[in-house]
C-alpha cells in the first residue's frame, strides 16, 4: 500500500521548515541556493533583498551580531502557496552594531515569516518583527 500523496500546502510547511532549520540552525548555504529563487524578493524591516546572495549576506550580518544564533519554530501554517512561520531567535549578542557595542548579553525576538512558494523555491517573502524591542535588550543595563 502506498503513502497518500502530500498536499501543496503540506509540502509548502516541509520546506518552510526546513528554511529555517538547515538555514539558520544549521547555516547551510546550499540550502539557500537550492530553496530561494534566483530573483527572489526578501522584504525585512528596514531592508529588502533580492536572491540567494542577499539572504546570504544578511543571514552573515545576523550570525556576526549573534554567532550562536538559534532559531526556535513555534508554528508554521501554510495553504496552498503559501506558509507563515512564528519564530523565536535566540543568541548572544557578541558583534558591534550601530550605536550599540558588543554587551556579551543573552538576548531573543520573536517575529513572523511570510514565505511565498512556486515550483518548490521561495519567490518572496516578508519578515516582522520587533527591533526597538531587540535594541532595548541589549542596552538595558
Do not use: Y
Request: contains cysteine; charged residues 30%.
Amino acid at each position: 500500500m502506498s503513502s497518500p500523496e502530500c498536499s501543496e500546502s503540506d509540502r509548502h510547511r516541509e520546506l518552510a521548515r526546513r528554511w529555517f532549520l538547515e538555514v539558520w540552525n544549521e547555516r547551510r548555504s546550499d540550502t539557500i541556493e537550492e530553496l530561494a529563487h534566483p530573483q527572489c524578493a526578501g522584504h525585512h524591516e528596514g531592508q529588502e533583498s533580492r536572491g540567494p546572495r542577499d539572504i546570504e549576506a544578511m543571514r552573515a550580518q545576523l550570525i556576526h551580531l549573534m554567532p550562536d544564533l538559534h532559531v526556535v519554530i513555534e508554528d508554521i501554517i501554510a495553504e496552498g502557496e503559501n506558509a507563515v512561520v512564528r519564530w523565536r531567535f535566540q543568541g548572544t549578542h557578541c558583534g558591534e552594531m550601530p550605536g550599540v557595542p558588543a554587551t556579551g548579553r543573552r538576548c531573543e525576538f520573536a517575529g513572523l515569516t511570510w514565505l511565498k512558494f512556486r515550483h518548490g523555491q521561495v519567490v518572496e517573502g516578508w519578515d516582522r518583527w520587533n527591533q526597538a524591542a531587540f535594541i532595548q535588550q541589549l542596552k538595558a543595563a
